[in-house]
């Protein structure tokens, strides 16, 4: 079983920038793949960012790509998403999740764990 709790949502200017940050519980972290997923008000849950358990491979959804960059510390059993250049369309709850695989992948029903969310709101 892993836990994963996300922090470091909040409000900010377009143009601003946030980092989020999602820790997870448990030994084999380094066994997990991992992913950010955001879900705007009225929206469904869409793919951002994913990562494969060594760090060598990642992927992004073409609207975050140069804006945000995934990144894990695998000692710290820790994955963040920095995100710059932000824009109110960012503006969503953002998920981390976890799956039992060493590979990313940005399909949603693919990831086995989540988190309760953080929210991201970008103002105009």
């Known amino acids: 079983q892993v836990q994963l709790v996300e922090s470091g949502g909040g409000l900010v200017q377009a143009g601003g920038s946030l980092r989020l940050s999602c820790a997870a519980s448990?030994?084999?972290?380094?066994?997990?793949?991992m992913g950010w997923f955001r879900q705007a008000p009225g929206k469904e849950r869409e793919f951002v960012a994913t990562?494969?358990?060594?760090?060598?491979?990642?992927y992004y959804t073409d609207s975050v790509k140069g804006r945000f960059t995934i990144s894990r510390d695998n000692a710290k059993n820790t994955v963040y998403l920095e995100m710059n250049s932000l824009k109110p369309e960012d503006t969503a709850v953002y998920f981390c999740?976890?799956?039992?695989?060493?590979?990313?992948?940005?399909?949603?029903?693919?990831?086995?764990?989540w988190g309760q969310g953080t929210q991201v709101t970008v103002s105009s």
């Open positions: 448990g030994p084999t972290f380094s066994r997990y793949a």
């Open positions: 990562i494969s358990a060594s760090a060598g491979g990642r």
């Open positions: 999740a976890a799956r039992s695989s060493l590979y990313f992948n940005a399909d949603a029903s693919r990831y086995d764990y």
